[in-house]
T-cell receptor, first 110, second 114 residues
């Protein structure tokens, strides 16, 4: 959703478990969504995207689910690895501008 | 193919100075957008350029400006730097801008204002 800054939610998972990261977006007219991974000191890295005419899309170890009714996105990471530790945030394309969520900090416990 | 390239990666300036940051988009991408990232505000949109024209602008003061060249490379300039301008400045490119699909980011330019 639109960035409102402030507190960054955190999620800790055991290595090998599945992770689910959630994002609420704000504009019902948004028709394209992206999940990014950002490691410390680096730029955001594109993970997976989904268009509004889909409700699910799978990549390698990642799945994005889109629920347009409640304006909700989720990112599922299967068999989470230590290298998955990072901040994850969603982006919505309103057709005029991209808006970004504040992000969730994922920590993978070995 | 090469990703989005930003220079310089790190820089330190003092209040009142000005700074210019550079961004080379992915080959074939004509839209370049700039974002400011701070811990307190997250990613904030500065402006977007497409075919050398500013197409969208965020809510930043006029001290923040940009331009795009015919080869799609872009620069952003911040004049009369303030302490609050300390941030990671990110450049992103897409083929056609919003509505056009994947938005790819560079590694950013980390600006510290003393």
């Amino acid at each position: 959703g639109e960035s409102v800054g402030l507190h960054l939610p955190t999620l800790s998972v055991q290595e090998g478990d599945n992770s689910i990261i959630n994002c609420a977006y704000s504009n019902s007219a948004s028709d394209y969504f992206i999940w990014y991974k950002q490691e410390s000191g680096k730029g955001p890295q594109f993970i997976i995207d989904i268009r509004s005419n889909m409700d699910k899309r799978q990549g390698q170890r990642v799945t994005v689910l889109l629920n347009k009714t409640v304006k909700h996105l989720s990112l599922q990471i299967a068999a989470t690895q230590p290298g998955d530790s990072a901040v994850y945030f969603c982006a919505e394309d309103t057709g005029n501008q991209f808006y970004f969520g504040t992000g969730t900090s994922l920590t993978v416990i070995p | 193919k090469a990703g989005v390239t930003q220079t310089p990666r790190y820089l330190i300036k003092t209040r009142g100075q000005q700074v210019t940051l550079s961004c080379s988009p992915i080959s074939g991408h004509r839209s370049v957008s700039w974002y400011q990232q701070t811990p307190g505000q997250g990613l904030q949109f500065l402006f977007e350029y497409f075919s050398e024209t500013q197409r969208n602008k965020g809510n930043f003061p006029g001290r923040f400006s940009g331009r795009q060249f015919s080869n799609s490379r872009s620069e952003m300039n911040v004049s009369t730097l303030e302490l609050g301008d300390s941030a990671l400045y990110l450049c992103a490119s897409t083929r056609t801008g919003t509505g056009g699909g994947e938005l790819f980011f560079g590694e950013g330019s980390r600006l510290t204002v003393l």
